[in-house]
């Protein structure tokens, strides 16, 4: 058993032991701050490899930080006896990125594969546009950046446009709305995505293609999440 021999490995306490060597299937391991859990889904990934035979190339490795995915990465190099060339590791976004680039195109409006994702001050940029091209008054003072938050709150609940227009409960909840749809088109006709349509749009293609959906199925057998 290689990876029961390293040295990485003996040094786990029980309850990581237990985590790293567990059988095939959902595990949820919740731990505290410090405690060790990078590290123990690092071993947990070359457990996978070296004990079970799991190809790299299926299994998906998601972190919070770029940080983090750079020391996975490092760790399982580091360790004798493991191969990951194939494996998928890195953060939600830029995993999300990956996935956009290779499908987006002839899926989601008239989006291409290199599209261009925003940064701050364009954003502000596009969302300031947006609220000057509205017809009515805003119900509140509104500044870009005030919008902006609007809006990632509504991405981050997955809401299209036209959601949070249907999901809209007062007069500045639908203001907000007309404003998120003209800043959507802003984007989709400069081909740019902003930070939360990473995911959002990633959401949508598996959602509306199952062809998509069922090709990251396929390829990503095994996904292993540190932070969420």
Known sequence: M???DMRLFASLNPEQRTAVA???????????????KTRVL???????????GVSPSNILALTFTNKAAREMRQ?????????????TAGTFHS???????EHIAGRIGSYTADFTIYAED???????????????RPPALLE?????????????????????????????????AGCYQRYQRSLERANALDFDDLILL????????PDVLDACQSRWRHVLIDEY
């Open 75 to 87: 760790r399982l190099r580091d360790m004798p006896g493991v191969s990951i060339r194939g494996l």
């Open 202 to 209: 990633t959401h949508r293609l598996f959602s509306e293609h």
């Open 144 to 176: 870009p950046e005030e919008l902006l938050r609007h809006i990632s709150r509504a991405k981050s609940r997955l809401l299209t446009p036209r959601l949070a227009a249907r999901f809209a409960g007062d007069d500045l909840a639908r203001f907000v």
């Open 42 to 52: 690092t071993l947990r990934i070359a457990y996978l490899i070296v004990e079970h």
């Open 95 to 101: 995993v999300c990125a990956s996935v956009l680039r």
């Open 22 to 36: 567990a059988p095939l299937g959902p595990i949820l391991v919740r731990a505290g701050a410090g405690s060790g």
């Open 122 to 136: 364009e954003q502000v940029h596009l969302a300031s546009a947006a609220l000057d091209a509205a017809r009515e």
């Open 2 to 4: 290689i990876v029961c």
